[in-house]
């Protein structure tokens, strides 16, 4: 494989971690014995204090155990706020309906492309007859998450989806309110608002890392260890590293659709939640790129709408 193909891979695995978890449910798991300090941010100056974690959204067990700070945010927190919904019947009903295939995949990829595809389903073992069932970018999050499993050691993708942050934040909800900033049909429009030619790059790039991990440069296996110690910068140094995918045409538009646009949004999401009502605790979990980017963040925007942000460090 050529250097320029290579380039961008990581970068679209970490995004697309974001909606791997539209396609797999969740339980418990055990906890390992080292806690974890994680990537968390305290906001204040609205009428409610707000704390917001920055979520991988597969993971493995050095991310179990969650460090006293960490726990006690959760503990305390009034309502939780989480990205999307993904569980409830309408947002299943909403995911089945957009990943379904309009064409086969065969006509939306280009036939180096396709080629590709077939043997990573090889590789996988995964029917060809099962993905042709899907659009193109569902079969980039599906692969996506086949991919982090293999590189986090956890055996199964749906063992990754598992062990990610979102579903160790869930068994400290209780029976306490939970909102989100986005519907499943606005995330996945996204997805599906992608040009053929993003879409067919998507394809292309996760079926090369799993065909060949060796030339790959991943850093997947490091992510735990960087977000249980609280460390952004390796997570910024290695995005912005992978700034020249392809062409730089179709990683603006990745960029823009997943990251600058839902920063906004979120952002004014966030915004009504600190000033509805008064004294109450927020625990909010979202994706780490929308929080570590110094440029373009949710934090950032929040900062700008004049709000304190700091990085708990305890």
């Known amino acids: 494989m050529g250097e320029t193909a290579m380039k961008g891979k990581w970068k679209w695995t970490l995004l697309l971690a974001e909606v791997t978890g539209l396609l797999l449910g969740a339980v418990s798991c055990t906890e390992a014995a080292e806690p974890c300090r994680g990537i968390l941010y305290r906001v204040t100056g609205g009428k409610n204090e707000m704390m917001i974690l920055g979520s991988i959204h597969v993971g493995?067990?050095?991310?179990?155990?969650?460090?006293?700070?960490?726990?006690?945010?959760?503990?305390?927190?009034?309502?939780?706020?989480?990205?999307?919904?993904?569980?409830s019947q309408e947002a299943q009903a909403v995911i089945a309906e957009m990943m379904a295939a309009e064409?086969?995949?065969?006509?939306?990829?280009?036939?180096?492309?396709?080629?590709?595809?077939?043997?990573?389903a090889q590789k996988c073992g995964i029917a060809m007859d099962r993905l042709n069932q899907l659009r193109?970018?569902?079969?980039?999050?599906?692969?996506s998450s086949q991919a982090a499993a293999a590189e986090l050691g956890t055996g199964s993708a749906r063992s990754a989806l598992r062990q990610g942050v979102e579903e160790r934040v869930q068994k400290y909800i209780g029976k306490k309110p939970v909102h989100y900033l986005e519907t499943a049909r606005e995330q996945l429009e996204i997805m599906d608002g992608f040009s053929p030619a993003l879409q067919d790059a998507m394809v292309r790039s996760i079926c090369q890392q799993?065909?060949?991990?060796?030339?790959?440069?991943s850093t997947l296996s490091q992510w735990p260890e960087w977000w249980a110690e609280g460390e952004t910068e390796p997570?910024?140094?290695?995005?912005?590293?992978e700034n020249?995918?392809?062409?730089?045409?179709?990683?603006?538009?990745?960029?823009?659709g997943l990251i600058t646009r839902r920063n906004r949004r979120m952002a004014e999401g966030l915004r009504a939640l600190l000033e509805d009502g008064e004294g109450e605790k927020?625990?909010?979990?979202?994706?780490?790129?929308?929080?570590?980017?110094p440029e373009d963040s949710?934090?950032?925007?929040?900062?700008?709408?004049?709000?304190q942000v700091e990085q708990v460090l305890e």
């Open 298 to 307: 949710v934090l950032g925007e929040l900062k700008a709408m004049g709000y």
């Open 210 to 217: 799993i065909l060949y991990p060796e030339e790959t440069g």
């Open 103 to 120: 064409q086969p995949l065969g006509e939306a990829l280009s036939a180096e492309t396709y080629a590709l595809l077939e043997q990573t």
């Open 235 to 241: 997570f910024v140094q290695a995005y912005e590293a």
């Open 60 to 87: 493995n067990e050095r991310m179990s155990r969650f460090g006293d700070a960490l726990q006690q945010a959760l503990k305390e927190a009034d309502c939780f706020v989480f990205e999307c919904d993904t569980a």
């Open 282 to 293: 927020i625990f909010v979990t979202v994706g780490l790129l929308h929080l570590v980017l």
């Open 136 to 143: 193109p970018w569902a079969v980039t999050s599906a692969l």
């Open 244 to 256: 020249d995918f392809a062409e730089q045409a179709l990683t603006e538009e990745y960029h823009q």
